[in-house]
């Protein structure tokens, strides 16, 4: 156990319409990224939150945003849903203030756009 | 830009035998990490071993080891003593040192452990 959690952990919903991932670092660590995982595209980085605030983007479509919150909790919302979205996607934490700063994988959510 | 390459696509190994999970990459960055990464059937990413681009010894965890090569820009995983629970995809990670370090993977290598 890692001691990311996330939720849910399977999500099944039609195209067009939107979710919220849900993620929950481990205790003290401030940096929460997300990740896609897909059959096509691999493992990709989405976005990075440190302390609350974006510090990182990377292939993430205009139709996904992310927050995180005071709690340090992060939630990512997919919209306009595409068959093409169906993926697992992880939240990931790391504590930013020691070496290596491993960065350390939820179970992931896999979601499935019909 | 950074690049992971894992040219195996699929590996068998015999219980009890050792295999090499090959990883090369690509990078400007003077100062780097690579991990290597578990993926079981059930999905989940585990960390298995860290080696820093300074370091001067290979990294070991347990039945892992590393063999880092930073001439030829390799970062190749020796799991020793193969498993039926080894049976998983590996992934190899490289990001640069520093914050606002997102992890850059390769495509994965697929263990098949065999009694």
């Known amino acids: 156990d890692s001691g990311v959690t996330q939720t849910p952990k399977h999500l099944i919903t039609a195209t067009g319409q939107r979710v919220t991932l849900r993620c929950s670092p481990r205790?003290?660590?401030?940096?929460v990224y997300w990740y896609q995982q897909s059959l096509d595209q691999g493992l990709q980085f989405l976005i990075q939150?440190?302390?609350?605030?974006?510090?990182a983007k990377g292939n993430i479509l205009e139709r996904f945003s992310a927050q995180q919150f005071p709690d340090l909790h992060s939630e990512l919302n997919l919209s306009s849903l595409e068959l093409g979205d169906s993926a697992l996607y992880f939240c990931?934490?790391?504590?930013?203030?020691?070496?290596?700063?491993?960065?350390?994988f939820g179970p992931g959510t896999r979601l499935t756009v019909l | 830009a950074q690049k992971i390459t894992q040219t195996q696509p699929g590996m068998f190994v015999q219980e009890k035998e050792a295999v090499t999970l090959d990883c090369t990459y690509d990078t400007s960055d003077p100062s780097y990490g690579l991990f290597w990464y578990k993926q079981p059937s059930s999905g989940e990413m585990i960390f298995l071993i860290y080696q820093g681009s300074y370091d001067q010894q290979n990294a070991t965890e347990g039945r892992y080891s590393l063999n880092f090569q930073k001439a030829r820009k390799s970062a190749n995983l020796v799991i020793s003593a193969s498993q039926l629970g080894d049976s998983a995809m590996y992934f190899c990670?490289?990001?640069?040192?520093?914050?606002?370090?997102?992890?850059?993977f390769g495509t994965g290598t697929r263990l098949q452990v065999t009694l």
């Open positions: 990931a934490s790391s504590a930013e203030t020691k070496h290596p700063d491993t960065q350390y």
């Open positions: 939150y440190y302390n609350g605030e974006e510090r």
């Open positions: 205790s003290g660590d401030l940096s």
């Open positions: 990670a490289m990001r640069k040192t520093g914050t606002a370090s997102k992890l850059t």
